[in-house]
């Protein structure tokens, strides 16, 4: 096996940026996907895990100039899903068969917007596991969220 290869599979947080481009600009692409595939298999095994995505806000107070809903782009319809539509689509994905759900939205620090997302999991946690992509919270916070969460079924 290629030694950079090798090295990716065994030890891939050691690698230098050096050695990240050349992965990246191999031509033949062969035996690093053939690599990737058998570490994915020894850490996850053959599975797909498939999650439902719920973007449920496109609203966002920051300005990321590669993200098409930064704050600058005046050109986006902006919106915010109700509590009860976040439900209903979590409800949906399970039905469907997801193990879990994601919430996710831009970045807006409010307080609203914060125990929205507390009370939507309130919510849905009977329902399915999910996990957030939404502003970070300060550490207490989650453990908080975490401890009033209601059991799973
Ligand atoms: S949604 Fe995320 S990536 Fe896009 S502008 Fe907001 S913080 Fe940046």
Redesign the pocket.
């Known amino acids: 096996m290629n030694q950079l290869i090798e090295k990716a599979a065994l030890k891939p947080y050691n690698l230098t940026h050096g050695e990240i481009v050349s992965l990246l600009s191999l031509e033949n692409t062969a035996e690093l996907f053939a690599a990737a595939y058998e570490l994915k298999c020894r850490h996850v095994g053959k599975v797909v895990s498939l999650r439902g995505l719920i973007e449920f806000s496109n609203q966002?107070s920051?300005?990321?100039y590669y993200?098409g809903?930064?704050?600058g782009n005046t050109l986006v319809k902006r919106y915010h899903l109700s509590e009860d539509d976040v439900v209903r689509m979590a409800r949906w994905s399970f039905e469907q068969g997801y193990g879990s759900v994601v919430l996710q939205s831009?970045?807006f620090e409010s307080e609203a917007n914060t125990t929205f997302v507390e009370r939507v999991l309130k919510r849905i946690r009977p329902l399915c596991s999910s996990g957030h992509s939404v502003r970070p919270y300060e550490c207490a916070r989650y453990v908080h969220l975490f401890l009033s969460l209601p059991a799973q079924i």
């Open positions: 966002c920051k300005n990321c993200c809903i930064r704050r831009g970045e």
